[in-house]
């Protein structure tokens, strides 16, 4: 239908104001992982212990997880949509690292151990 207005004309043609109100967007693309892929994911960005460092390292993971070969900007398009990832990581710590061994060199401690 072609959409026509006249100068001067008070009325609008047949059907005219109706396919100015059709939506003809097409579909979404569908999403690149499967829901059991997701709680994967979702696990994996919730542990803390996580190997994880960057987006890249991620891409790795999943290619080898999931046999997928999901671009950069799909995969941290995804992440940041999904779990509110972003680009700048904090610095981890170490994946075996001791947290028991740690409590005594927190800075609450009873006696300093500065030089005096």
């Not at 396919?19 to 696990?43: A, D, M, R, W």
Request: charged share 30%; net charge positive; aromatic share 8%.
């Amino acid at each position: 239908m072609v959409k026509v207005f006249i100068a001067g004309e008070p009325t609008i043609k047949k059907g005219v104001l109706k396919s100015c109100l059709v939506h003809n967007k097409g579909g979404y693309k569908p999403c690149s992982f499967s829901t059991q892929e997701i709680k994967k994911l979702q696990q994996l960005m919730h542990t803390p212990e996580n190997h994880i460092r960057g987006y890249k390292e991620l891409q790795h993971w999943v290619k080898s997880e999931f046999n997928k070969e999901i671009k950069y900007n799909t995969l941290l398009k995804f992440m940041v949509a999904k779990f509110q990832t972003k680009v700048n990581v904090a610095r981890k710590s170490h994946v075996k690292k001791d947290t028991a061994a740690v409590r005594p060199f927190k800075k609450n401690l009873v006696e300093s151990v500065r030089k005096r």
